[in-house]
């Protein structure tokens, strides 16, 4: 633990140079609005995309406005607290009911564990560019570990307000849909429907454009063939340039990735599983969106700890095997996404193509990562009640693929 501590700034050091670049984006885009401009003609160059512009739905501004009012520098500060704050605090739902379930020691596992996270590629990018991605994660697992499997009221919630923040979590709301999970689908609509309405009504005309037009030009987005792109689209983007991939292709691929996903985590769920279901689902909700920057991939955090969960409830001399291959495999996701695709890569400005079977492996190592939990990851039975806030009491001998 005292190493990866020593480690973790050196981790770290590569991603200064990005120097809270988003968060600058999204502070410029505000100073901007707030002058009377519309909203969505903000951009500036960029020597890699060409052109940046702000992106986010209305709601999101609305959400951002406050900080254009502060010092950058304070800004940053909040959003540094605010993201490793709720590194802490999701890192703690995910690891506690493993420590209670195997007797670990509390205060060590936890630290190591948020240690860990913090050390991985996509939350270090999230900290460097000054993303709002671990709002998202607080969001949806409080809802999802916890109000859902208990059927609270406002059980959805935090999934609608993180769709009407930044749209991917939308997937999370199939997923409820999948396990007939009606109320809560329901009550996450209305209340992404509600943010939405909000902002409409707040502004009228961005919101009108944001939704009948800049939602479906991807171009704003960024290029889709580099190699933070982290997709299916980016992984045939990178096999096409200059040209876009075959749009039918990539739809049937997500449609088959969707397919397959969302029936085991809706598997998971029925198992009583909620933790493997909503990380199934976030794995596809990375794979089917256009562009999936590797900021945005959390989602090997929580697979990382279903793989450790399930390596030490597999104990039976049968099992052996089985056990050292799922912690080999919580092993090698966490060497590989603490090292990353791009931190420590120099892709340089231009297209990137993939030429051989090496360029595919290393340009996509998180889609194929991806693509392998999907079929991989284990889903646990014998939970007893759905509305159980987590696994503790799983029999060992209750763990199944």
Known sequence: MVALGAVLPALYLPGLVHNFFDLKIYMSAMDWWRVGHPLYDYVQPDRVQGELYFTYPPFSALLLWPFGLLRLGATVAIFTALTVLAVVLTTRWLVAPVIARHDLP????????????????????????????????????????????????????????????????????????????????????????????????????DSWRFWTHELWTTERVGRTDIVGNQSLFGLLSRFTEPEKPDRVLWLLLVAAVAAYGLWRAA???????????????????????????????????????LLADAALSTDRPDEARRRRWLAGLALGITAVTIYGV????????????????????????????????????????????????????????????
């Open 106 to 205: 509390r205060r060590f596992t936890l630290v190591a564990a948020v240690l860990l996270v913090l050390a991985v590629e996509s939350i270090r990018e999230t900290i460097t560019f000054g993303q709002i991605n671990m709002l998202l994660v607080v969001l949806i697992l409080a809802d999802l570990l916890f109000a859902v499997p208990q059927a609270r009221r406002w059980a959805g919630v935090g999934v609608g307000l993180a769709t009407a923040l930044k749209l991917f979590p939308g997937i999370f709301i199939v997923y409820l849909l999948a396990t007939r999970r009606w109320r809560a689908a329901a009550v996450a609509s209305a209340t992404a429907a509600a943010a939405t309405l909000l902002a409409a009504a707040i502004a009228p005309r």
């Open 267 to 305: 598997r998971a769920a029925r198992a009583g599983d909620p933790l493997t279901g909503l990380t199934l689902t976030g794995l596809v909700g990375s794979l089917a969106s256009p562009i999936t920057w590797t900021h945005h991939i959390y989602w090997f955090v929580p697979a990382v700890v």
């Open 342 to 401: 791009v931190t420590f890569q120099a892709w340089g400005a231009g297209p990137v193509r993939t030429h051989d079977p090496v360029d595919f492996v290393v340009q996509n190592t998180y889609v194929l990562l991806s693509l392998l939990l999907l079929v991989a990851l284990p889903v646990r039975s014998g939970l007893g009640a759905e509305n159980r806030t987590n696994w503790t009491d799983l029999p060992s001998s209750h763990v199944r693929r």
